[in-house]
């Protein structure tokens, strides 16, 4: 992988993968519910000026998800997720047993986008790269190529009403 760094969010660093065309996202520590929603706005400021159609989600380093996570993912998180194009992702479990079963239920309450689960970072990237799609055209637009005006319009929305929503 050839990485740039976007962004360091609370529990995870965010990075644009250069040479394969997709947004990695590695999570470490303890997962509670704010220090989620506070990672989750960050990496959704990502996407407000990009569209990263495949993501790389790695939960390799997770130690412990908390129980109220994996449904707020489903009913907030991930609906928002879908506004910006995201296509497919690479979701890689955490190792521990209660923290893997939080992310199968995640999964389980949002089918909406194409996730496929791994046990390790190797495994997902090598899949990625196995299915990668054909590069889009390039557009003179604002509006990142793979998104819609509304959808684009919702997601700016989105993401200042979160942003809000957590100073408060």
């Given at each position: 992988m050839d990485l740039q760094h976007l962004c360091s969010a609370m529990c995870a660093e965010v990075y644009f993968d250069q040479l394969n065309n997709w947004l990695f996202v590695d999570?470490?520590?303890?997962?509670?519910?704010?220090?989620?929603?506070?990672?989750?706005?960050?990496?959704?400021?990502?996407?407000?000026?990009?569209?990263?159609?495949?993501?790389?989600?790695?939960?390799?380093?997770?130690t412990s998800v908390s129980w109220e996570v994996a449904q707020?993912?489903?009913?907030?998180?991930?609906?928002?997720?879908?506004?910006?194009?995201?296509?497919?992702m690479a979701w890689v479990v955490p190792p521990t047993l209660?923290?893997?079963?939080?992310?199968?239920?995640?999964?389980?309450?949002?089918?909406?986008?194409a996730i496929s689960l791994f046990s390790d970072v190797e495994a997902a990237v090598a899949y990625l790269q196995q299915t990668a799609p054909r590069p889009p055209a390039l557009s003179s637009s604002r509006i990142p190529q793979g998104r819609h005006f509304a959808d684009e319009l919702k997601l700016r929305h989105l993401?200042?009403?979160?942003?809000?929503q957590l100073k408060a």
């Amino acid at each position: 992988m050839d990485l740039q760094h976007l962004c360091s969010a609370m529990c995870a660093e965010v990075y644009f993968d250069q040479l394969n065309n997709w947004l990695f996202v590695d999570w470490t520590g303890e997962l509670t519910l704010e220090t989620v929603q506070h990672t989750c706005l960050g990496i959704a400021r990502c996407f407000l000026d990009h569209y990263y159609p495949r993501v790389l989600n790695s939960n390799a380093q997770v130690t412990s998800v908390s129980w109220e996570v994996a449904q707020w993912l489903a009913s907030d998180f991930l609906p928002a997720l879908s506004l910006t194009g995201v296509e497919q992702m690479a979701w890689v479990v955490p190792p521990t047993l209660r923290a893997s079963n939080r992310i199968l239920d995640t999964v389980n309450l949002f089918p909406h986008i194409a996730i496929s689960l791994f046990s390790d970072v190797e495994a997902a990237v090598a899949y990625l790269q196995q299915t990668a799609p054909r590069p889009p055209a390039l557009s003179s637009s604002r509006i990142p190529q793979g998104r819609h005006f509304a959808d684009e319009l919702k997601l700016r929305h989105l993401v200042d009403n979160f942003g809000q929503q957590l100073k408060a």
